[in-house]
């Protein structure tokens, strides 16, 4: 039989307690005979529970085993091949021995609210369709002149694979009219007020309903428009009539001295409680109403009409009123907390809350992907109370620029927050350049990477405002929190003086955007195309306000 190496034996043995080797050189065939019959070590294969302990062993270690993390590299360092050095000085080197690693509880408390938010947010209002373009929905719908007409829906669709704007909106994405008080949705609402200050109530002939309606509106040969001057009323009144309300039929509020209704309609309050009786005398009120206010699309727009219609629209019906000028349709757009005061929106809590929510599913998957990679090894280096600060800071800064600049888009995610953290990897390269080989080259890959991600900004539901300048915030941000390395006692006071005037910096810029937001508002639609580039002709149109506004 043919001599066997006893070599694998011998490795074997050697880490068995009972089997002594000998401990000279050689070895005679006698002992390796004995080698040989050492018993066996049989490996069995890994049962499913053993495969699960090995996988719950591996999330364990990368959720929170703390491997030192070097200043400079991290994974965006291995991912780009960036090297130290071959020379670096002993007081450099002690530098980067002392930093410490941390743990990024940020970063998984962070994640685990945007997954867990963004299934509820689609899981309550369900998906818009998706694609690029706008998807239109035609349907016969019952209109408030008693006929049914064909009327057509246009959406935005959402690539994102996520709920519609209008939805996203009532979540608490940043929409401008929501913050502040807007010239020109206040416009709009004042140019529909003055239309109904002029409206009465149309009467069909054969009395089979009524609707309040301007007079052009109302058939002259099928139905009559009733006006305050054509019936006898106990005083003077020009404005109205107004269809199934009176001041002289309505207990509560009730119509007497020292607070009687004014003439003008618009400013009527809602009858919480009418003269319950069947008949009235009065044409208007003895009818059978066949339109209430409606708030339709997310710039304030109201509408008298059927209940069919405003829910194929995608409205908000209110039975209580009877007038558009007695309800605030922007409480119904925003939802969230009511204003404060009716006429004046002070969402301003939408700055920050944008940044927990996402346009959909995929979005929220990317952002996953890079708080588990970038993020992540980010807070390894610098602990979760300065990226926190940078995080949330630089996400309010790119929201609040980007509600200056595009205010009638709903924009909802992290954008800025992680463009902000993009910043960082620049400052830890430019705060750590003397001990980089070849920094140049890191830089330009870095600066190749954010100009390709910039380019991604160029498609609709993606915030290249708030890119912009939460890059801008972060890179300030950065230079102030995160830690770095000094190489003399020049660069130590150097970059003290830099941490200084980069939050003084941030600070200006914070405030300037403040003051334009509030005080002197910005209207540049050219920077619409800079968040989205009209490829085709409905690429970009009609995001989340129609033409009116504009």
Same mark, same amino acid.
């Given at each position: 039989m043919?001599? *066997?190496?006893?070599?694998?034996?011998?490795?074997?043995?050697s880490?068995?307690?009972?089997? *002594?080797?000998p401990?000279?050189?050689t070895?005679?065939?006698t002992?390796?005979?004995?080698c040989?019959?050492?018993?066996?070590?049989?490996?069995?294969?890994?049962?499913?529970?053993?495969?699960?302990? *090995?996988?719950?062993?591996? @999330?364990?270690?990368?959720?929170?085993?703390? #491997?030192?993390?070097?200043?400079? $590299?991290?994974?965006?360092?291995?991912?780009?091949?960036r090297?130290?050095?071959?020379s670096?000085?002993?007081?450099?080197?002690?530098q !980067?021995? /002392?930093?410490?690693s941390h743990?990024p509880?940020?970063?998984?408390w962070i994640?685990?609210?945007?997954?867990?938010?963004t299934?509820?947010?689609?899981?309550?209002?369900?998906?818009?369709?998706?694609?690029?373009a706008?998807?239109?929905?035609?349907?016969?719908?019952?209109?408030?002149k008693?006929?049914?007409?064909?009327?057509?829906?246009?959406q935005?669709e959402?690539?994102?694979i996520?709920?519609?704007?209008?939805?996203?909106i009532?979540?608490?994405a940043?929409f401008?009219? +929501?913050?502040?008080k807007?010239?020109?949705i206040v416009?709009?609402i004042?140019?529909a007020?003055?239309q109904e %200050?002029?409206?009465g109530?149309?009467v069909?002939?054969?009395?089979?309903g009524?609707?309040?309606?301007?007079?052009?509106?109302c058939?002259e040969?099928l139905?009559?428009?009733m006006?305050?001057?054509?019936?006898?009323?106990?005083?003077l009144?020009?404005?109205?009539s @107004?269809? &199934?309300q009176?001041?002289r039929?309505?207990?509560?509020p009730?119509?007497?001295?020292?607070h009687?209704?004014?003439?003008?309609?618009?400013h009527?309050p809602?009858?919480?409680?009418? %003269?319950?009786t069947?008949?009235t005398?009065?044409?208007? $009120?003895?009818?059978?109403?066949?339109?209430?206010?409606? +708030?339709?699309?997310?710039?304030g727009?109201?509408e008298?009409?059927?209940?069919?219609?405003?829910?194929f629209?995608h409205?908000?019906?209110?039975?209580?009123?009877?007038?558009c000028?007695?309800?605030? +349709?922007?409480?119904?757009?925003?939802?969230?907390?009511?204003?404060?005061?009716p006429?004046?929106?002070?969402?301003?809590?939408?700055?920050?809350l944008?940044?927990?929510l996402h346009?959909?599913l995929?979005h929220?998957?990317?952002?996953v992907?890079?708080?588990?990679?970038? $993020?992540? /090894? !980010?807070e390894k280096?610098?602990g979760?109370v300065r990226?926190?600060?940078?995080y949330v800071?630089s996400?309010i800064?790119g929201?609040l620029?980007s509600?200056?600049?595009l205010?009638?888009r709903?924009?909802?995610?992290?954008a800025?927050?992680?463009?902000?953290l993009?910043a960082?990897?620049?400052?830890?390269?430019?705060?750590?350049?003397?001990?980089?080989e070849?920094?140049?080259?890191a830089?330009?890959?870095?600066?190749?990477i954010?100009f390709?991600l910039?380019?991604?900004? !160029?498609?609709?539901?993606?915030?290249?405002?708030?890119?912009?300048?939460g890059?801008?915030?972060?890179?300030?941000?950065?230079?102030a929190?995160? #830690?770095y390395?000094?190489?003399?006692?020049?660069d130590?006071?150097r970059? *003290?003086?830099?941490?200084?005037?980069?939050?003084l910096?941030?600070?200006g810029?914070?405030?300037?955007l403040?003051?334009?937001f509030?005080?002197?508002?910005?209207?540049? &639609?050219?920077l619409?195309?800079l968040?989205c580039? #009209?490829?085709?002709?409905?690429?970009c149109e009609?995001? /989340?306000?129609?033409?009116?506004? &504009?």
């Amino acid at each position: 039989m043919p001599m *066997r190496s006893c070599t694998p034996w011998l490795m074997m043995c050697s880490s068995l307690p009972l089997c *002594r080797l000998p401990t000279e050189t050689t070895m005679s065939p006698t002992r390796a005979w004995i080698c040989l019959k050492t018993p066996t070590v049989h490996i069995e294969k890994a049962g499913p529970q053993q495969r699960g302990r *090995r996988i719950a062993s591996q @999330v364990k270690h990368f959720a929170f085993d703390k #491997p030192k993390r070097q200043f400079g $590299m991290g994974v965006v360092g291995k991912w780009l091949n960036r090297h130290y050095r071959h020379s670096i000085s002993s007081q450099v080197q002690k530098q !980067l021995d /002392d930093f410490s690693s941390h743990r990024p509880y940020f970063t998984y408390w962070i994640t685990f609210v945007h997954v867990v938010i963004t299934i509820l947010a689609c899981a309550t209002y369900g998906f818009a369709p998706v694609g690029f373009a706008q998807h239109s929905t035609s349907e016969l719908v019952l209109k408030n002149k008693g006929v049914y007409e064909s009327v057509k829906f246009i959406q935005q669709e959402n690539f994102w694979i996520g709920p519609g704007s209008e939805d996203l909106i009532h979540l608490g994405a940043k929409f401008s009219p +929501c913050i502040r008080k807007d010239s020109q949705i206040v416009s709009l609402i004042q140019k529909a007020k003055d239309q109904e %200050r002029e409206s009465g109530c149309c009467v069909q002939n054969d009395n089979s309903g009524c609707v309040q309606t301007l007079n052009n509106d109302c058939s002259e040969s099928l139905a009559t428009f009733m006006k305050w001057k054509d019936e006898d009323v106990d005083i003077l009144r020009s404005s109205g009539s @107004v269809c &199934h309300q009176d001041p002289r039929t309505c207990e509560e509020p009730a119509s007497a001295e020292p607070h009687i209704w004014p003439d003008d309609i618009t400013h009527w309050p809602i009858c919480t409680s009418p %003269r319950k009786t069947n008949l009235t005398g009065y044409r208007h $009120m003895d009818c059978n109403i066949k339109g209430r206010p409606c +708030c339709i699309e997310t710039k304030g727009r109201c509408e008298i009409t059927t209940r069919e219609y405003c829910s194929f629209m995608h409205g908000y019906f209110h039975e209580e009123a009877t007038l558009c000028s007695q309800i605030h +349709c922007l409480d119904d757009v925003c939802g969230l907390l009511p204003f404060l005061n009716p006429d004046v929106p002070d969402q301003v809590y939408r700055l920050w809350l944008s940044l927990f929510l996402h346009a959909g599913l995929l979005h929220c998957l990317v952002s996953v992907v890079f708080q588990m990679t970038i $993020m992540r /090894d !980010l807070e390894k280096l610098a602990g979760w109370v300065r990226i926190s600060i940078i995080y949330v800071l630089s996400g309010i800064t790119g929201n609040l620029a980007s509600a200056l600049f595009l205010p009638y888009r709903a924009e909802v995610g992290p954008a800025g927050s992680q463009f902000g953290l993009l910043a960082c990897l620049f400052v830890e390269l430019i705060q750590g350049w003397q001990m980089l080989e070849k920094p140049w080259k890191a830089f330009l890959k870095l600066v190749g990477i954010v100009f390709f991600l910039f380019l991604c900004g !160029l498609l609709p539901w993606i915030d290249n405002i708030a890119h912009i300048f939460g890059f801008l915030s972060g890179l300030l941000l950065s230079f102030a929190f995160l #830690p770095y390395v000094t190489f003399g006692d020049f660069d130590k006071y150097r970059k *003290r003086v830099l941490i200084l005037l980069s939050l003084l910096v941030y600070l200006g810029l914070l405030s300037s955007l403040v003051v334009w937001f509030y005080i002197y508002p910005i209207n540049w &639609h050219w920077l619409e195309h800079l968040t989205c580039l #009209p490829f085709t002709s409905k690429f970009c149109e009609k995001y /989340d306000i129609d033409h009116v506004v &504009h």
